[in-house]
């Protein structure tokens, strides 16, 4: 293969997955909103950033290469700083929080980007994630 050829597709799909965007719009979620808008908000980032970087692997994937799944694209949530981003949405509530904020970022970002994601709403996921699911 042309080495310019690689180049630019590598350039491509790097740009495809930098969070950086998603990273400064997590940053500027106002922290004044309840918590649980707060956290729809993480997801509806998350979520438009794998719809951007799907585009930028779908745009590059050979055409007999199986579609790309959302399972390809977890790496933006064990990024650091996105992490920290979702930990400062959820500290002003620390003191209602059962767990320390970092924790719950990991078991928040785990189950919005996992398994669990493809079968709940974002509404549901939120929900079953500040209320459990009590008999």
Request: glycine content about 2%.
């Amino acid at each position: 293969m042309d080495p310019d050829f690689l180049d630019s597709m590598r350039a491509r799909l790097a740009a495809a997955l930098d969070p950086t965007e998603a990273i400064r719009q997590l940053d500027a979620v106002p922290v004044n909103q309840p918590l649980a808008a707060r956290l729809l908000a993480v997801i509806d980032i998350l979520d438009a950033y794998y719809v951007h970087a799907r585009a930028g692997f779908d745009d590059h994937r050979a055409p007999t290469a199986r579609p790309f799944s959302r399972d390809d694209f977890r790496a933006i949530t064990s990024v650091p700083e996105t992490q920290q981003a979702v930990t400062r949405l959820l500290e002003p509530d620390r003191d209602r929080l059962r767990l320390p904020p970092d924790v719950l970022t990991k078991a928040f970002l785990g189950m919005s980007s996992g398994p669990a994601r493809t079968t709940l709403s974002a509404a549901q996921l939120v929900d079953l994630f500040l209320n459990g699911a009590p008999l």
